[in-house]
């Protein structure tokens, strides 16, 4: 169908609180996973709308609200509302009671204006009084009702739905205050070793590891052993046949095979960065369908207080080591009086998939791979740092409480592999363009001799820290984009090889902590505020030399 036409139909809004279920609601009514709108990677942080086929009408996805919070994610909600012709209000039927009074207490007045119904998710956890209930809401709000298993959605309810939408009208005009609620009692998640008061946030830390840990290691594995087998097979026999160039038209071939080739050194970054991005975003797709991720957010939120942030602010940061540009996004979902912090850690601390491709491949190409495990501790243990010396602490309140986290539940293996095709789509058109072109530019500057002009440049800064003046491209283009660093890969790895170990490292934490990417910084700036980048952009500068000259001591 025409995108165009599409947006003309009438629009069917989703509304509801956080991990209510809207997505997999979006994705029963539509066949679709995204919709023609991006939609980030974990929490909808965007409205996204895809047309029902059914009917002549499209579905609008919108972030979770939530009562009485300032986050921008909210406030998006709120206003994409105005713009329904009918809302789809949806809440838990294992909280159906607290859940519709909040709705009804943000939304009362615009519930009155539009057309609206009723959905009713987790049909398999709720109460066996809930297909009674569900007659009662009807008549207490005077909307259609439908209960559903929005994850596992069977044909008879997908059309229960259907027709409940179909046949939408307004809400009830009596003051929303006096309509009555049936009281259902709540169905709580099950507990689990993460509310334990004494094990539950460090356990919740050594899962968060283990989740990238994890792949990074698979990812490790199979890329050491496909390099030998692929070069042997491929590139060495390619080198060999453009190898004339050399002299005939030397730009060309640098531009080819060269230190800095598309072919050569674009097939580093592809056979290291490629790897890692697929295991973490099965990884973290998994997590979230289970409903982990919000178990270990709420039990980390304690400890997360003392540095500036909550448990939720931990969700956008997790989601940048998938993308920091997605995690800034994300980043509307925190408070006002949190998301700087929240984006100031997510530009130090989170690894984005190509910057954990890139470092694992420098570790790797070097001989000494296990350095990785330090790297990404130093990186989180000195973030944290960073995030609690420029913002003030949170109160120490409790945790999340447990009625408001996930149940846990088996995976939908549909729902990941539409969450991990939307990571590869990602990389593959629009991180290794990116990194081609930089290989160009790399090329033509290391041919018009500016790189060596950069270098030298460089070298009494560096030499400082014991680093030669050669990896200056490397520190450079990683302020570029963080792959960036695999510029430092050229020649098949010679110049990493003729560092020592503590150099490499030193190396490899300065060029990743430096700056966030451009492409960051620039959305920061939009998100932001000029000011709020440029003064996050500066801080982190300050701690990441600061923090490198220490470590320079200890290692060199």
Known sequence: MNLNAAIQMPAVVLVGLESVG?????????????????????????????PIPEQEAHVVDTPGIRAADDSETTRLALTQ???????????????????????????????????????????????????????????????????????????????????????AVPLSQKPVATI??????????????????????????LTLFLLFAVPVYL???????????????????????????????PLLYELLVGDYGV???????????????????????????????????????PWLRRIGLNGRDLVPVLSGYGCNVVALYQSR??????????????????????QIGATLSLFAVAGHPTLFFPYLLLLSVVGAIHTRSWYKPLPLETAVSLADRSFLQKPSSRAIMW????????????????FLLMCVVGAILAQSGLLDWLAEGLSPLLGLIDLPGAVAPGVIFAI???????????????????????????LVYLASTLTACIVTLWTARKELGCQVALKIAGRQALTSLVSTLGLALLLT
Request: with cysteine; aromatic share 8%.
């Open 219 to 249: 990812a490790y594995i199979l890329a050491d052993s496909l390099q030998p087998l692929i070069d042997a097979a491929l590139i060495e026999p390619l080198v060999s046949w453009f190898a004339p160039l050399a002299t005939a038209v």
């Open 81 to 167: 509302i105005d713009q329904a012709d009918t809302i789809l209000l949806v809440a838990r039927g294992t909280h159906v009671r607290q859940e519709v009074e909040t709705l009804l207490t943000q939304l009362g007045p615009q519930l009155q204006r539009h057309k609206a119904a009723l959905a009713l998710t987790f049909a398999d956890r709720s109460h066996e009084q809930m297909p009674t209930a569900v007659q009662s809401y009807t008549e207490s709000l005077g909307i259609p009702v439908a209960l559903v298993n929005a994850r596992q959605m069977a044909e008879s309810e997908r059309n229960t739905l259907l027709q409940a939408v179909a046949t």
């Open 333 to 354: 979902s925190c408070s006002q009086c949190t998301r700087e912090a929240c984006a100031s850690l997510i530009g130090y601390g989170s690894a984005c998939s190509y």
């Open 263 to 301: 072919i050569t050194l674009g097939w580093y970054s592809f056979l290291w960065a490629f790897p890692v991005v697929l295991f973490i975003g099965m990884s973290v797709a998994v997590s979230e369908e289970m409903g982990l991720k919000d178990r270990i957010t709420a039990s980390l939120d």
């Open 22 to 50: 809207k997505s997999a609601l979006f994705r029963a009514l539509t066949g679709q996973a995204t919709g023609d709108e991006l939609n980030f990677r974990g929490s909808t942080v965007d409205v996204r709308f895809a």
């Open 480 to 506: 570029v984009r963080k792959d960036g660093l695999l510029i430092l890969n050229q020649g098949e790895g010679a110049l990493l090889t003729s560092l020592s170990v503590g150099q490499l490292f030193v």
């Open 180 to 205: 009555p609620l049936p009281d259902i009692p709540i169905i709580q998640p099950q507990s689990t070793v993460y509310e334990r008061s004494r094990w539950g946030a460090p356990l919740a830390l």
């Open 419 to 434: 969450r991990v095709r939307g990571v590869l789509k990602q990389f593959l058109w629009q991180a290794m363009p990116i």
